[in-house]
């Protein structure tokens, strides 16, 4: 019998892996047309190399970190796996969270995010989905809001996140090569990062 941890990650793994070619359709527009591909092989080695009985919430995403960095190949992976590992610090030992812990975890993947892809908001890439999130996140957690409130605000705005990426000019990643052309085309980063709020919103 899997926990429920490890059903929630399943479920953010089968949504990225249902939208694989959604993906590579995005990142063949701007990229190298492999992000769907690599984020999808990842998470297979995910839900294989994790236990289905884990409850240590921390221990878990360390480990989808760890397999995130050996298996996916491009940039996502090290960005990705490094995200997971930063969130396993705040939930480190913990059976449950809750928001104020979910934020602290949110928080700290953005900054891992930030210190491998040495990226800030506006430069077309994940973090304009998870930026905007994170800052809903705490206005909600300040106005009492519940978790299912919560995260279906979180997703609205990253959704808006990602839209605003059609907007910008790539200035991070393969492409950045792109300059100018690279407006009109929405971030892979930022989609597949909705797509994992959306999975979580949905499990819960």
Same mark, same amino acid.
């Given at each position: 019998m899997s926990t429920r941890l490890y059903q929630c990650i399943e479920a953010i793994g089968n949504k990225i892996i249902e939208n694989k070619d959604f993906l590579t359709d995005l990142d063949r527009e701007i990229g190298d047309a492999d992000h769907g591909v690599n984020m999808a092989r990842g998470f297979s080695e995910v839900l294989t190399a994790l236990p289905q009985d884990e409850t240590d919430i921390?221990? *878990?995403?360390?480990?989808?970190? $760890?397999?995130l960095l050996s298996k996916v190949g491009g940039a996502s992976g090290p960005l990705y796996g490094t995200a997971y590992m930063k969130a396993a610090g705040p939930a480190a030992g913990k059976t449950e969270i809750d928001l104020t812990v979910a934020c602290e975890m949110l928080k700290e993947a953005i900054a891992g995010i930030q210190m491998r892809g040495k990226a800030v908001k506006g430069e077309k890439t994940m973090l304009d989905a998870l930026i905007p999130a994170y800052e809903t996140m705490v206005s909600c957690i300040e106005s009492g809001d519940d978790a299912? #409130? #919560?995260?279906?605000? $979180?997703?609205?705005? *990253?959704?808006m996140g990602v839209e605003y990426t059609k907007t910008i000019q790539a200035t991070k990643g393969r492409a950045s090569y792109l300059g100018e052309r690279s407006i009109g085309h929405q971030d892979p980063?930022?989609?597949?990062?909705l797509i994992t709020l959306e999975a979580i919103r949905d499990f819960l």
């Open positions: 921390g221990a *878990a995403l360390k480990k989808v970190g $760890m397999t299912k #409130t #919560t995260l279906e605000k $979180m997703c609205e705005t *990253a959704s980063g930022a989609t597949s990062s």
